[in-house]
């Protein structure tokens, strides 16, 4: 069976520095650092009191204020990126076959604000379960898609993919495999998060998974740097519109670029810490590249996932020099988590985007907030540190992990017919 060709038609997106594809695409050219001080809640308490939370978003802005609370954030985040992305895409909503058109949606939590302000609003009552009628279909992960779905009326596909921090890597792989198959003509994928709550700072804090940098927040998230103590949460929503080349052509959509692989792999190792030489993340890399039918010489960049925790990092780049050898020193590598901080389920969305854009503007954003050599990665290798790089990039790869060992890579390549 010979595979249909998928290319990327729409982008839309609400990150910590950009509500939107231009001003997401300013903030990494220029090296923007999203991480600020808490505003949500008093973080006085916690072990760390910063984060990369979405600026000036009002859901009023969006929803009327009866739709608004039946949303979570991810939720809202979900519906407003996805507008952006199909309108981008020009999608005709009355000629589409709406049968043929699907929601893959990736999210590693979902409603964990809602579910936190419920139990303590119940555990702070006389004990009478008063809960809000909406607080299961706020809650559950997969009510982003599901309203994504119902909105615009898009009947084929729809489900949420769930793997922690993979989750929508993950997402844009099933979406991929759906349109080459030939069960699709277009699927909205990406992913949403929106744990900057009392309950995943504390979380994370209980797991010294965060940097605790509270006297310089905006220099927290530092991949690759010795000084590195951890990630920065983050939140927001990234999206994509994937489509058969043939129906994108047809249409005469404008075409961002090629989806030429995926690959997925476990560690099968830790809860939550990778194994130490990378071997998953190897694997996840080499089955990206096979099911791409890509040599490992034609690999431009790679954006990492590079999250800015000391195991993390390092096994990742051990990785990367395993897969492609001598040529890991001609790639561009680059963690834009150093700018967005951590977006859990929606990380592999933005990064994805990140690279279908560094792709379009011949420019790969850098790693910023590096100041000090890490004797435990390789010097040779270029990764983009503190300013972006201008090169061509026909090649992009975006990697992905979640705790409990998933591991999610995604091909890109420069569009050519």
Wanted: proline share 4%.
């Amino acid at each position: 069976m010979e595979l249909k060709r998928v290319v990327v038609t729409g982008l839309g997106a609400l990150t910590p520095i950009g509500n939107n594809i231009e001003e997401y695409w300013e903030g990494l050219s220029t090296g923007k650092s999203g991480c600020a001080p808490i505003t949500y809640f008093d973080a006085e308490k916690f072990k760390t009191k910063f984060a990369c939370e979405l600026k000036n978003f009002n859901a009023l802005d969006y929803f009327d204020r009866k739709e608004a609370r039946k949303l979570d954030r991810f939720a809202q985040y979900a519906l407003v990126s996805s507008d952006q992305a199909i309108k981008d895409a020009g999608i005709d909503l009355d000629v589409v076959d709406k049968f043929r058109v699907g929601v893959i949606w990736g999210a590693g939590i979902g409603g964990l604000e809602t579910f936190q302000d419920e139990v303590i609003n119940f555990a702070e009552g006389d004990g009478t379960p008063r809960f809000n009628p909406f607080f299961i279909p706020k809650m559950i992960a997969d009510i982003a898609p599901g309203n994504i779905s119902i909105k615009h009326g898009f009947m084929g596909p729809n489900y949420t993919t769930v793997s922690a921090c993979a989750s929508s890597a993950n997402a844009m792989i099933d979406a991929l495999n759906y349109i080459r198959l030939g069960h699709c003509d277009i699927i909205v994928t990406g992913g949403s998060e929106a744990a900057v709550t009392k309950a995943g700072m504390g979380g994370f804090n209980a797991m010294h998974a965060l940097s605790t940098r509270n006297e310089s927040p905006e220099t927290a998230s530092r991949p690759f740097d010795s000084t590195r103590d951890g990630f920065v949460l983050g939140e927001g929503a990234g999206a994509l519109i994937l489509e058969e080349y043939e129906h994108a052509k047809t249409r005469g959509a404008k075409i961002y670029a090629e989806v030429v692989g995926g690959g997925m792999s476990s560690d099968a190792y830790h809860m939550t810490a990778p194994h130490p030489e990378g071997i998953g993340v190897e694997r996840v890399m080499l089955n990206c590249l096979r099911d791409a039918n890509i040599k490992p010489e034609e690999v431009d960049a790679i954006n990492t996932h590079g999250t800015s925790t000391p195991l993390g990092d390092v096994a990742e780049l051990k990785a990367i020099t395993k897969v492609f050898g001598e040529h890991a020193k001609n790639i561009n590598i680059n963690s834009t988590k150093s700018m967005t901080g951590h977006l859990l389920g929606a990380a592999g969305a933005i990064e994805a985007i990140a690279s279908i854009l560094a792709m379009e503007n011949s420019l790969v954003p850098p790693t910023i907030n590096h100041t000090t050599v890490d004797e435990n990665i390789d010097g040779s290798l270029n990764l983009t540190l503190n300013k972006a790089q201008k090169r061509e990039v026909k090649v992009a790869m975006s990697n992905t992990f979640g705790f409990g060992g998933h591991n999610a890579c995604v091909l890109f390549k420069k569009y050519s017919e």
